[in-house]
């Protein structure tokens, strides 16, 4: 087989890995918001609530919470696709990780903020969308563009769950000729194409927010 | 402590040091005796810390000799080092390690340079600690204290390695003012004892009093070098009268 | 069918009993994760084309998914003739996956310390030695305490990726009691609360061990 067919039958899968992501994201970017500003704002029991969501989807293996959701789910009742499945279950795992970031970035913000807001007279949920969020969610910027590659990668585990993404291709590949060195670097290298840029951009953004950094290591 | 004997403590000849392509200090000349208290002062970014850092070979120069006592920087490495111990350095950030306690941020170089046994070590750290004033800080770490009783541990610790010469960058200028003084005075009393002293301050009360020679310098040369006297009555270089116009007023 | 809770208790025992596999592949690959990494680190600051190596290998690691390492560690090196078989295959992939991730830890614990330790330290007439060891060290060790510990953590979720390659640890042992009975859902379930719970286990173990090593101070 030539590196050419192998690269057009990775590239056939790039479609589901592309959608994996971005169904991924639309679990992952509202979960993330949500809880985080959640566990900014609650105290005592509620807070207790909220943090156990999150620990739930971001300290569980996500390779074991694919499998245990593909098949618990339909037990429940629940049929869903294993599109469905996956985007949520990975979208849901860095979202816990996003939400972590939101609550870091909130907290980071000089308590000054919330107070001039207060003097000034506006209402908690203004202060805290016109200007709590605003200055949070750029800060923890590069840290979402590091989320959004780690989603990227983790989506090469829906290929275990019958989705056919670009390792599933890969794996497919190689089962019809045993050629393991050209087809596997290539997948290596389709995925840091994919991400590669993203995390350039990420540190593109990063030098931006802190423009000014000082050279001060010591050794 | 106190040192009488009337050597020179530094000569420097033709200092001239670049950073790329920018000349930071150009042909400087100083001689500083045993015992005396240069302070220099200049705009910013005029290379006064760069002078100083050059004396105890934390900068490296180009051209020119910087001599500590006998020895030459550079000739020989093993001098060099010798001679570097004698030389204490106060920052302006302090530079206290943060992982360390105060006695032991004091007796690390005691121990490890001049290989002191621990017990002789801590009891000199806690003699010069009683003299800065914080004996009862001892076993503090520096987070603990106020910027003023952290730079009054970094004199201490500079002077527990009984140094022939004390440099001094800016040690003031971090501090707020309720905390200036205790550091001035501490320095002042050094300076009573006898201790040769080359300090970049822009605290013109401490230099009046305590200094007997002021350097100003103005983009990498020394324009002008005088007494306190004749510096703050008559400057004679315009950047200096303009200096000293805008600290005072 | 339904969510068997008797069969899910019956299947524990056997799940846990591949705990030790777990916990032997984690300490493994953290150990080496962080031994490769700090060798990286240190060829990275030695800068020359060895550096700029490194500095590219750390970046194309972090652009890549570990399962694709894996894959690729298990294909290609029987190719060239490497035997290592799948427990050593997955502990080494793992150790050289996170080495990329922990060396970009020791490089912000190194980066962090001030201009002014070494400055200082010098001043102070202490050799290289010295400062390496009695001021450098000790600072990047609080520096890294936190970030180092997460990635442990992050390699302990992991582990459970070595299923794919066939080692027996909780999730192969999962899967081995799942095809058995064809029952999915109950011990997948199991060992994705097993995997919970030691998560949160560790990362309380490593957070409690920070504050006792590092004292009040740590920052
Ligand atoms: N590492 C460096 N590389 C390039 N230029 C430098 C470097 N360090 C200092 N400079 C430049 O050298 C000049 C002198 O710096 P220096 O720190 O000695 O000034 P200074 O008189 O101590 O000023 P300040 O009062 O602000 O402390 C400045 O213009 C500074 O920008
Ligand atoms: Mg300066």
Redesign the pocket.
Known sequence: MSILEIWLGILQGFRVTALVTLYGLVFAIPFGLVFGVAQYMTTGPARFVVTSVIEFWRSSAVIILLFVFYYALPLAGLALSAMTVSAMVLGLNIGGYASQAVRAGLQALDRGQKEAGQALGLSRSTILLRIELPQALVAMSPTFINQLIQLVKATSLVSLVTLSDMTFRAKEISQIEYDPVPIYSSLLLAYFIVCYPVALFGRWVERRINPVRE?RCAV | MIRTDSTLAVQITSLNKW??A?H?LKEVNLTIPSGSRVVIC??????????I?CLNGLEAYQQGTVTLGTVRLGDNARETALARRQTGMVF?NFNLFPHLTVLSNCTLALRRVLGMPRAEAESLARHFLEKVRIPEQADKYPAQLSGGQQQRVAIARALCMNPRLMLF??PTSALDPEMVKEVLDVMTGLAQEGMTMIC?THEMGFAREVADQIVF?DQ?SIVEQASPMTFFSTPTHPRAQSFLHTLLH | MQFDIAFALSTVPSILSAIGMTLLVAAVSCVGASAVGFGLELIRRSGGPGGLFVRFLIDFIRATPVLVWLYCLYFILPFYGIRLGALATGMIGLSLYYSGYLAEVFKAGIDAIPKGQAEAARALGLGRMDMTVFVIAPQMLRNIAAPMGNYFVSILKATPYLAVLAVPEMLGRAFDIASDTYRYAEPLTVAGLIFLGLALLISLAIKRLEIRLLGPTAR
Not at chain 2, 42 to 51: A, F, N
Request: avoid cysteine; charge should be neutral; aromatic fraction near 10%.
């Open positions: 050279a | 950073y790329g920018f930071v200049g705009p910013s970014g005029s290379g006064k810390s760069t002078l850092r302006q960058d800016e970049v310098m990498g």
